[in-house]
């Protein structure tokens, strides 16, 4: 059951509990077999390259976020390894060197396959609703299925007027130029101010309200073009003039990546058992803004959907999660020509550890002497290193096994180069029963 840092703390001292896993932080009680326990629920906000996840406990008092974390995708990185790859068999046909022809009859997809750029994104949110579902008393999930409503942006009257001036007019369409424009003003690139919707082609010569036509502008921007053409506004900087034209007609990358996974994502969320709550990105910031809290990933994970009002994010402290995979099954490296360059070591752990276990090491003496914490790699000879740190396997200990994933809180990761500062526990703690 969640409880407070403090009270974690107390019973750590008082020896009435034990650390049962340090990430996220939790301790298990030694003495207790029984009693009641609060239900919670936990929130996702789906990103491209950051999910925000929030478990909200309510009371009859408030809903109160008692576990925080943001988790980094590696999506990217898939994409750009996969066509790393596709180059490498490129080249090695057009060299006419050893090449395996293409088996166009195994290239069968099962019924809802996503590109696997796609698909580690949803492994990672499921992974983590089920480890949290096995810490803490988990009665329900809330998610943001769709960041943008944009029939609505589109047609304004496609569920009336009432849906058109309601408390959420214009924050779909607003939440969508904010990040189709990177938060900042179009014509002098300023960031930090307050922007405005600005008509590219001017309303009052027939432009219309469409998202093709809207950009953002800070209000100094906004007064000097007033409703002179862009081409006439801008024809003193031609370049700025083409990179607006060009990004107008651009679709969101990372919109239509979260769009594309959204619906499996929820189908296999519902597979849980769990009930469901959905909820839109305008809807989520409107409930952030209300409430006067800051853009966060996990802050945006708490106010999802209807239960995303008047919710205390107090002294609560993100864990920051950033996914490595699980190293590989690759026994052969190849050069920047696609050509064998070494052959890798078949085995995966040594003398009890493994390639991104995260260890704290205690060197009494020589170069690197003192406390020393961060993900290991292991040497099947000599030294083993955390960064650029090299310690003997007997001044080590593991910390926490090696599960795909690093973790720290601010910028700082449990991977950091050189002498690693020892991680604390996250104000976020939880109990286990």
């Not at 696997?116 to 810490?135: D, G, H, K, Q, Y």
């Not at 769990?274 to 409930?287: D, L, Q, R, S, V």
């Not at 085995?347 to 170069?367: E, W, Y």
């Amino acid at each position: 059951m969640p409880c407070h840092p403090a009270r974690a703390r107390e019973l750590l001292r008082a020896q009435m509990a034990a650390v049962f896993r340090r990430f996220p932080f939790t301790i298990i009680l030694k003495n207790r077999v029984g009693g009641d326990v609060q239900p919670v629920a936990v929130k996702i906000d789906p990103g491209s390259k950051t999910t925000g996840v929030a478990v909200v406990a309510e009371t009859d008092q408030a809903k109160t976020v008692v576990v925080a974390a943001e988790i980094e995708h590696r999506g990217q990185k898939i994409k750009a390894a996969l066509e790393t790859r596709a180059a490498n068999r490129r080249s090695r046909r057009a060299r006419k060197t050893r090449y395996r022809q293409p088996r166009f009859q195994n290239r069968t997809r099962q019924k809802g396959w996503l590109p696997p750029s796609l698909e580690s994104r949803i492994s990672n949110v499921l992974t983590w609703v089920a480890r949290i579902s096995r810490l803490c008393p988990v009665t329900a999930i809330s998610m943001e299925l769709v960041r943008f409503d944009m029939q609505a942006m589109e047609n304004p009257e496609i569920s009336g007027v009432e849906y058109q001036q309601g408390t959420l007019a214009g924050y779909e369409l607003r939440e969508y130029l904010l990040e189709k424009w990177g938060r900042k003003c179009a014509y002098c690139g300023k960031e930090g101010v307050p922007l405005q919707i600005e008509h590219i082609h001017p309303k009052s010569k027939g432009g219309s309200d469409r998202v093709s036509n809207l950009t953002l502008a800070c209000e100094p921007c906004n007064q000097r073009k007033g409703n002179n053409p862009i081409e006439v506004f801008l024809k003193a900087k031609p370049e700025v003039l083409a990179k607006i034209n060009r990004q107008a007609k651009a679709p969101l990358q990372d919109a239509a990546a979260v769009n594309a996974s959204r619906w499996e994502l929820f189908g296999r969320l519902k597979a849980t058992g769990f009930p469901i709550e959905c909820g839109t990105g305008g809807h989520t910031k409107f409930n952030r803004v209300t409430q006067g809290y800051p853009k966060a990933h996990w802050i945006d994970a708490a106010c999802v959907g209807k239960s995303g009002t008047q919710v205390r994010i107090s002294e609560t402290h993100p864990l920051r999660i950033k996914a490595y995979g699980h190293g590989t099954r690759q026994r052969c490296r190849t050069d920047k020509f696609g050509f064998p360059s070494r052959h890798v070591d078949g085995r995966k752990s040594h003398l009890g550890f493994q390639t991104g276990d995260i260890v704290r090491a205690v060197v009494p003496n020589g170069k690197y002497t003192g406390t020393h914490e961060g993900r290991v790699a292991i040497r099947f000879k000599g030294y083993f290193q955390i960064g650029i740190v090299a310690v003997h396997p007997k001044h080590v200990a593991k910390v926490h096994r090696s599960d795909g994933y690093s973790y720290g809180h601010g910028d700082f990761f449990a991977d950091s180069h050189g002498s690693s500062p020892r991680l604390k526990p996250g104000v976020s703690s939880a109990r286990r029963d």
